[in-house]
């Protein structure tokens, strides 16, 4: 069976660029769940890159073998009918905290980075999706296409940097006392819970739309592959920056300190990979409720917008902390499910 490689290195953009948002590319949600427990959070981030790289593959897979065209037909093949429906309407409200999430991110990169108010970033971000909307599933193609290899490229600059700090092995090996240090343990299962079943709200309708079991799979090992990438060189980074917890927006920091050159375009990409994230999340959610109400695509976004706008006018941080740990552990079982369930391919 032959792979339409082209269509894979999109199908691993959309993933990469979908996953890799307000909190990936800030560095936040990698503080939260790996770096804060140094050596214990590495070994974390090898165990989320394996779960990323076959789940993410499976979970599209799945997508393209029972032809669904929204993460509801998804969820309801994993959980079935009954359960299926009650998970559908956590994945909804799911959805709607992340996008908040994300564009409350936008606002701290506005608010912190350039000095503007965050308002400005929220309705700047949404104006934006707005625009991509218009153009549908072409346009989430195009973003992802352009910004998931510069976010990869500014990556692997940060981590080469990073290394030739002083200190760089003894910081690796470090373990930092934790309160909470039991999260690290669950932290790379919860974290890629959450991250794979918010990111069906993409990619499932993609991989339908895809079609090819063999395109798919290669699609989400390849984009698998690349959020490894970009988590390890990530955390390493991170390492090196003194008092990463206390940052909003600690990758910007560290591109600041270790190549101001750069740092403009880095908060470029940084802002890009938060935009992918909401307009994957949005365009998951309009294809969700489009189902069931027969409105005008660009009113229901709107509406969504509206609802999220309000939830993100809540501190960044405190959203992303407290928001991101209780839906990672929800999403647990669909993990667990989608593991135990075989793919079974169409034969082309």
């Known amino acids: 069976m032959k792979t339409n490689w082209g269509a894979a290195f999109q199908i691993a953009a959309v993933y990469v660029g979908t996953v890799v948002g307000a909190g990936f590319a800030t560095g936040r949600e990698i503080v939260e769940f790996f770096s804060r427990f140094g050596l214990f959070g590495l070994i974390g981030v090898f165990m989320a890159g394996y779960i990323l790289t076959y789940m993410g593959a499976k979970l599209m897979r799945i997508a393209a073998a029972i032809g669904a065209s929204s993460y509801e037909e998804m969820n309801v093949h994993l959980f079935g009918s009954f359960f299926g429906r009650i998970i559908n309407i956590m994945m909804l409200f799911m959805l709607l905290g992340v996008c908040a999430v994300m564009l409350s ?20 971000t949404i104006a934006l999706s707005l625009a991509v909307m218009v153009v549908g599933l072409k346009g989430v193609f195009a973003v992802n296409t352009f910004v998931v290899p510069m976010m990869i490229l500014f990556s692997l600059i940060l981590f080469f940097l990073s290394v ?29 819970a959450l991250n794979l079943s918010l990111a069906q709200a993409v990619l499932v309708p993609v991989a339908a739309e895809m079609k090819d079991d063999n395109t798919v799979k290669w699609g989400g090992i390849l984009g698998g592959i690349a959020l490894t990438l970009i988590l390890l060189s990530s955390h390493l980074t991170l390492i090196m920056l003194p008092g990463f917890d206390t940052f909003e927006i600690p990758m910007a920091v560290v591109m600041k300190q270790l190549a101001a050159g750069l740092y403009w375009i880095f908060v470029l990409i940084v802002y890009g990979e938060i935009f992918t994230s909401v307009i994957g999340n949005i365009y998951g959610l309009e294809r969700q409720i489009k189902k069931h109400i027969k409105l005008p695509s660009m009113l229901i976004v709107s509406f969504l917008f509206l609802i999220c706008y309000f939830i993100s006018l809540i501190d960044y941080g405190t959203l992303l902390s407290f928001l991101y740990p209780v839906f990672g552990y929800i999403s647990l079982v669909f993990i667990i499910l989608l593991w135990m369930k075989p793919v079974n391919p169409k034969k082309r």
């Open 164 to 192: 030739r700090l002083p200190g760089f092995i003894n910081q690796i090996v470090f373990i930092p006392f934790a309160e909470d240090g039991w999260k690290a343990v669950i932290g790379p299962f919860s974290y890629t």
């Open 105 to 124: 991110g936008a606002g701290a990169v506005f608010e912190e980075q350039l000095g503007l108010t965050k308002s400005l970033g929220i309705f700047i």
